[in-house]
Each structure stands twice: as structure tokens, then as C-alpha cells.
């Protein structure tokens, strides 16, 4: 961990960070500034100007690269995931995970590491995960503690929070992979062989059922994507799923996704559900994500 990280992750800095935050809210409240209408380049300049101005006038001991990381977590504050949108861009990461306020994990190449930033307190955290949920028409609080749900480019979020997480409002985010897995990339890892990867083939190319099974995160939906790629490109494909992450490259393909039960606990739709409407819309495979 470099000295800015360590600066990151100080009360000192998160303290700092709050203060400019509240300076930009007001900036943009006292000037009746619709920022949210601007286009990204204008965004910046803007963050930039006021963050710098600030530490002027305060006469804060901030250096170039503290006041360039400041910046940084200003904009993300403002517009993006706060503290784990650098989290969210970096294609290495493949999942995010927060444990409370001061504890963020990463899973890269397969390993858990510790993250170098953290959140202010457990309603930042919220807060946070209340602007993930928000455009997708979902969300979070007392009376639903829980939920399940799935950004636009195909990414997995799960958040819980108090009084069901006892330590704190937790939040998972696994994200899609922007290129697919191939078979030349299992072949080259050693994952699989040539003659089994034959063979799974034609077992999907003569419609044998086919059950992907393993641990969490083992891989399944990848994997179930890449079979799927072997399904000839005139069949119809009905899809079922409790979160719709399989990304197929067909024409015909129907994508159904199961939902879950108002605050009235009522008008819950199932994927047994699903799978029996599916049976009448005349399909040549029914792929079903979860069982």
C-alpha cells in the first residue's frame, strides 16, 4: 500500500472529503446548477475548479497528488459509486465486496485482496447502495432489507443492511465480464481438453440436457455461456433466470427473469412459474439459470 492509499483510508482524509463534498453540494445548490444534465469533460472542469479553490481558501496541507485523489473521489461522490467506483471501472476486479463502512474486499484472478478505500459510516454505505438501486426501480430499507439485482451491463448486485446485518449494511457486486470467456481461453488455462470440449459440443448440438454445477463464483454462468454459444442460430432460445446475466449471441431468444414478492409479500413470480409459461412459447431450448 503507497502513501496515498494509506492517506485514503485515514480519518483525516475521510473527514476532508465530507467537508468538500458538502462545499460542491452547496456550489451547485446556491447556483441552481443542474449538473447532472452536463456533459462529462464540463463535470470535471468543475469538480476540479471548486475542490482546488477550497483547499486554497481553507489553506488545507494537501499535496498535488492528495488534491488529484481528492478530486477523483469528489466526482465519484457526486455522480458515481463513491468510494468503490474506481472499484467499478478497474477490469481486473471481478468482484466487490463491502463489509460495513471500513472493510471493502476485491476478488481478482481468483483471490480476495483488501481494497484501499473505505466509507465514512454505515449511512454511507446506503447511500451509496441506494444510488446503485435507484435507476433500476429497486430498493433498500427497514421494510425490505434485502435485494437481488442486476445492473444494465449484466452486473450481479446483493446489498442487506441492518437490523438483518448485524455489523453493518453489507453490499456484493459481481461484475459481467466485458469479453466473454472463450474455449481457446479455457484451453490455454488448462481448465479443459480438446476431446472434452468436443464432446460437451455435440451434446449441445443433439439437445442433450445439460446440468452446470459448483461452488460460488466457480464459474457456472460463464460456462453455461460459452455452451450456449454451440446452439445452432435457428432455434428459439427461452431463457429463465433470478437475475438475467447470460449474455446470448443468438437472434431468437427470449428473456424471462423471475420477480420477487411485493411489500405486501404478494404477485412473487417464480422460475417454476416461468418455466411453465415457457413450454407454451413454442421453444427449441429452455435454458433455465438457477435451479
Given at each position: 500500500?503507497?502513501?496515498?492509499?494509506?492517506?485514503?483510508?485515514?480519518?483525516?482524509?475521510?473527514?476532508?472529503?465530507?467537508?468538500?463534498?458538502?462545499?460542491?453540494?452547496?456550489?451547485?445548490?446556491?447556483?441552481?446548477?443542474?449538473?447532472?444534465?452536463?456533459?462529462?469533460?464540463?463535470?470535471?472542469?468543475?469538480?476540479?475548479?471548486?475542490?482546488?479553490?477550497?483547499?486554497?481558501?481553507?489553506?488545507?496541507?494537501?499535496?498535488?497528488?492528495e488534491s488529484e485523489a481528492l478530486i477523483a473521489d469528489a466526482r465519484n461522490e457526486l455522480l458515481g459509486f463513491g468510494p468503490i467506483q474506481s472499484l467499478v471501472d478497474d477490469?481486473?476486479?471481478?468482484?466487490?465486496?463491502?463489509?460495513?463502512?471500513?472493510?471493502?474486499?476485491?476478488?481478482?484472478?481468483?483471490?480476495?485482496?483488501?481494497?484501499?478505500?473505505?466509507?465514512?459510516?454505515?449511512?454511507?454505505?446506503?447511500?451509496?447502495?441506494?444510488?446503485?438501486?435507484?435507476?433500476?426501480?429497486?430498493?433498500?430499507?427497514?421494510?425490505?432489507?434485502?435485494?437481488?439485482?442486476?445492473?444494465?451491463?449484466?452486473?450481479?448486485?446483493?446489498?442487506?443492511?441492518?437490523?438483518?446485518?448485524?455489523?453493518?449494511?453489507?453490499?456484493?457486486?459481481?461484475?459481467?465480464?466485458?469479453?466473454?470467456?472463450?474455449?481457446?481461453?479455457?484451453?490455454?488455462?488448462?481448465?479443459?481438453?480438446?476431446?472434452?470440449?468436443?464432446?460437451?459440443?455435440?451434446?449441445?448440438?443433439?439437445?442433450?440436457?445439460?446440468?452446470?454445477?459448483?461452488?460460488?463464483?466457480?464459474?457456472?454462468?460463464?460456462?453455461?455461456?460459452?455452451?450456449?454459444?454451440?446452439?445452432?442460430?435457428?432455434?428459439?432460445?427461452?431463457?429463465?433466470?433470478?437475475?438475467?446475466?447470460?449474455?446470448?449471441?443468438?437472434?431468437?431468444?427470449?428473456?424471462?427473469?423471475?420477480?420477487?414478492?411485493?411489500?405486501?409479500?404478494?404477485?412473487?413470480?417464480?422460475?417454476?412459474?416461468?418455466?411453465?409459461?415457457?413450454?407454451?412459447?413454442?421453444?427449441?431450448?429452455?435454458?433455465?439459470?438457477?435451479?
Amino acid at each position: 500500500m503507497d502513501q496515498i492509499e494509506r492517506f485514503r483510508l485515514s480519518d483525516q482524509y475521510q473527514t476532508l472529503k465530507s467537508s468538500v463534498h458538502r462545499h460542491l453540494i452547496a456550489q451547485i445548490e446556491d447556483r441552481k446548477l443542474d449538473i447532472y444534465t452536463w456533459p462529462a469533460d464540463k463535470v470535471e472542469r468543475f469538480v476540479a475548479e471548486q475542490v482546488k479553490r477550497y483547499v486554497l481558501e481553507q489553506r488545507l496541507p494537501v499535496n498535488q497528488r492528495e488534491s488529484e485523489a481528492l478530486i477523483a473521489d469528489a466526482r465519484n461522490e457526486l455522480l458515481g459509486f463513491g468510494p468503490i467506483q474506481s472499484l467499478v471501472d478497474d477490469d481486473t476486479v471481478n468482484d466487490i465486496v463491502v463489509n460495513g463502512p471500513h472493510n471493502v474486499f476485491i476478488e481478482r484472478g481468483g483471490k480476495l485482496y483488501s481494497a484501499p478505500v473505505r466509507f465514512n459510516d454505515d449511512n454511507h454505505v446506503i447511500r451509496v447502495i441506494q444510488r446503485i438501486l435507484a435507476p433500476l426501480g429497486r430498493r433498500v430499507d427497514e421494510s425490505t432489507p434485502m435485494v437481488d439485482a442486476r445492473l444494465p451491463d449484466g452486473s450481479r448486485v446483493n446489498a442487506i443492511i441492518p437490523p438483518i446485518a448485524l455489523d453493518g449494511p453489507c453490499l456484493s457486486i459481481r461484475k459481467f465480464k466485458k469479453v466473454p470467456l472463450t474455449a481457446e481461453d479455457l484451453l490455454k488455462s488448462g481448465s479443459i481438453t480438446q476431446p472434452e470440449l468436443d464432446y460437451l459440443k455435440r451434446k449441445v448440438e443433439t439437445r442433450t440436457n445439460l446440468i452446470v454445477v459448483g461452488g460460488t463464483g466457480s464459474g457456472k454462468t460463464t460456462f453455461l455461456n460459452l455452451l450456449s454459444s454451440w446452439i445452432p442460430s435457428g432455434e428459439r432460445i427461452v431463457t429463465v433466470e433470478d437475475a438475467a446475466e447470460l449474455r446470448l449471441r443468438h437472434n431468437h431468444v427470449v428473456r424471462l427473469e423471475t420477480r420477487p414478492p411485493n411489500l405486501e409479500g404478494q404477485r412473487a413470480i417464480s422460475a417454476r412459474d416461468l418455466v411453465r409459461n415457457a413450454l407454451r412459447m413454442r421453444p427449441d431450448r429452455i435454458i433455465v439459470g438457477e435451479v
